[in-house]
């Protein structure tokens, strides 16, 4: 095998609890991943040496090259194994950068799924999880995808059950914050404690309950981003005003999603966000896919 070529899916929170500092620097959470179908394109094949990555389209923010999640991903695997591991990887990036969405986990999880099958490495999920969360939190969710609860800094992860047909307007402003800083500034301007929203998502999910589920999504984070972004919330209001049975903001934004049940309402409020990014999504049962 000479080459691979993956979708690699975003992820949204149903819910995100933020329970305090850790010692590691990292904040303890409880969390509800869905992975959904906006997705990353990741196309890798063996390479002469080394690492070669090419982004698509040109412009994409990903950051300095040795930032990037998808070489961390390669680093930590050649360093484990001792080889070259030589690449080239094009990403084709579909889900924007700096919005909660999990694009650059997505990536990182699809480059180690990736290399583990072009090299014939035999590490199982768990191993290629493991591996995941010394690149970033959400890594882990992304190897596997589907419907979880994410808990510690989002790394320990118990399956939940999927939830009910529906369909997700991700909106985004053209503003983005950096998600240390809006940690920081939760922890500068929290002190109610956590809303304690996972408790309520993770019953609406298991009576299969698609308004319990809207009724219950919520973000910690959120009122801390929007004081930074205030569209973040101008557009919760809309989608609401536009149909949505909840909404929320994923990760630590700037994206805002809307549970939908009608898709006509969906994609007509999608058209009217008013902002650059907006598309209707459904949730999915994995992190990585073949293409």
Known sequence: MKRVHFRAFAKVNYALDVLGLRGDGYHEVRTVLQSVSLADEVEIE????????RVEPDGARLGP??????????RLLRELTGDELPVRVR????????????????????????????????????????????????VPFCVSGGTALGEGAGELLTPLPPPPEH????????????????????????????ANYAKAVVAALRSGSLPALAAAVGNDLAPVTARIVPEVAALERKLLENGALGASMSGSGTAVYGIFDDPDAAWSAARKSGVAFSGVYGPVSCGVEDL
Do not use: C, M, Q
């Not at 063996?46 to 990555?53: A, E, P, Y």
């Open 167 to 194: 369909h997700l307007v991700l909106t985004k402003p053209s503003a983005s914050a950096a998600t240390a800083r809006i940690y920081r500034a939760y922890d500068d301007e929290s002190s109610a404690g956590s």
């Open 65 to 74: 090259p040795e930032e990037n999640t998808a070489y961390r991903a390669w």
């Open 46 to 53: 063996v390479g002469d040496g080394g690492f070669g990555l």
């Open 91 to 138: 990403l084709r990036k579909g889900i924007p950068a700096g919005a909660g969405l999990g694009g650059g986990s997505a990536d990182a999880a699809a480059v180690l799924v990736g290399l583990n099958r072009l090299f014939g490495l035999g590490l199982g999920a768990e191993d290629l999880r493991e591996l995941g969360a010394r690149v970033g939190a959400d």
